[in-house]
């Protein structure tokens, strides 16, 4: 069983931080791509931001230059430094993590609880 727990939301003002962090755990043989994903009330889930292995980084347009995403291999954890957040920021923010367990040894994608990111005006 893998588990992709998150941690790190909250209510912010705008133009303030937070700091996103999603630990896989379980049965991990190796790790790919790992992200982050953010679903507002009345909106599909959209991508955030990404990072393979190898460190290569993918943004949406709305966040480029706000956000930075990081992650530590040894770990398997993906961070999410958000900077100069704004109210339209406000959603509920869910790691995703393609990976392989032990045993398996096939990528497929696991998805986090969600945490709530509140960013009032």
Do not use: H
């Not at 755990?25 to 292995?53: C, D, H």
């Not at 706000?66 to 509920?92: G, H, W």
Request: proline letters at 2%; hydrophobic letters at 30%; one cysteine or more.
């Amino acid at each position: 069983q893998v588990q992709l727990v998150e941690s790190g939301g909250g209510l912010v003002q705008a133009g303030g931080s937070l700091r996103l962090s999603c630990a896989a755990s379980g049965s991990i043989f190796s790790t790919n791509v790992m992200g982050w994903y953010r679903q507002a009330p009345g909106k599909q889930r959209e991508l955030v931001a990404s990072i393979t292995r190898g460190g290569d980084t993918n943004y949406a347009d709305s966040v480029k230059g706000r956000f930075t995403i990081s992650r530590d291999n040894a770990k398997t954890t993906v961070y999410l430094q958000m900077n100069s957040l704004k109210p339209e920021d406000t959603a509920v923010y869910y790691c995703n993590a393609n990976l392989a367990t032990v045993g398996s040894y096939t990528w497929n994608t696991y998805w986090g609880q969600g945490t709530q990111v509140t960013v009032s005006s």
